[in-house]
């Protein structure tokens, strides 16, 4: 008896497991790193930009790549992360980024990513999270985009399980980084999306791994079909 009861314990822990990794908003590529989901009660006002980590929205958001005062960040002699190259913090021909890249899959027409853009940082002030914005080669605005996340030691994953369209960076801090998504709504025609903007800021946890959103992903930019 004391042996069935055993088992069934172990089988319910497995099965709770499974559970919350089912149930995160933004399963990661590339294998191992973990996004948790949103606090709880955070709400998705329509057409509001989401507040940055505790930051008012439209205030402390530093440009992409900047480091907020008082952040921590990489000394002169400190390491270089794996993503970097040509004096910068992210090189977005590393071999690093090249091989995320690859991981992303196809998006439409089977069309793979690029790096568009990255964390803008000199080696020796490199912040702990830094990302990496891919499109779609010759695309436009309403494209498949992709946040690429990385901490010191490489890729740690997407921001969003699928690609979204719209999306930009607009700000980063030495352990965040601000996404803003927009979207189609009301038959907009596809130059200009009217739904949102909604900001999400992604936090690095303090084991270089966990990222961990501050309100749930807009389901109108992440799953548009829906």
């Known amino acids: 008896m004391k042996r069935i009861l055993g088992i069934t314990a172990a089988i319910a822990v497995v099965a709770l497991a499974t559970a919350c990794q089912d149930d995160g908003t933004t399963p990661v590529a590339g294998g191992s790193p973990t996004v948790t989901t949103a606090p709880s009660g955070a709400g998705q006002p329509s057409g509001a930009q989401a507040p940055g980590g505790g930051q008012p929205s439209g205030g402390d958001q530093s440009p992409s790549g900047a480091q907020s005062p008082g952040t921590t960040t990489q000394s002169a002699s400190s390491h270089a992360p794996a993503t970097a190259g040509n004096g910068k913090c992210v090189d977005l021909k590393s071999q690093v980024v090249t091989a995320a890249l690859g991981k992303l899959g196809g998006n439409v027409n089977d069309a793979g990513f690029y790096a568009d853009s ?3 940082a000199a080696i020796g002030s490199c912040p702990a999270l830094m990302w990496v914005l891919a499109g779609t080669p010759h695309g436009t605005a309403s494209s498949p985009w992709q946040v690429m996340l990385f901490n010191n030691k490489g890729f740690l ?3 969003t399980k ?3 369209s719209y999306t930009s960076i607009v700000g980063s801090t030495d352990r965040a980084v601000q996404i803003q998504y927009r979207w189609l709504a009301n038959q907009d025609p596809s130059c200009c999306p009217s739904g949102g903007p909604v ?3 992604l936090t690095l946890g303090s084991d270089n791994h966990t990222v961990t959103p501050d309100r749930d992903f807009p389901t109108q930019a992440t799953n548009p079909s829906h």
């Open 157 to 159: 994953g997407t921001a």
């Open 118 to 120: 990255g964390t803008d």
């Open 199 to 201: 900001v999400v800021t």
């Open 162 to 164: 699928n690609w979204t």
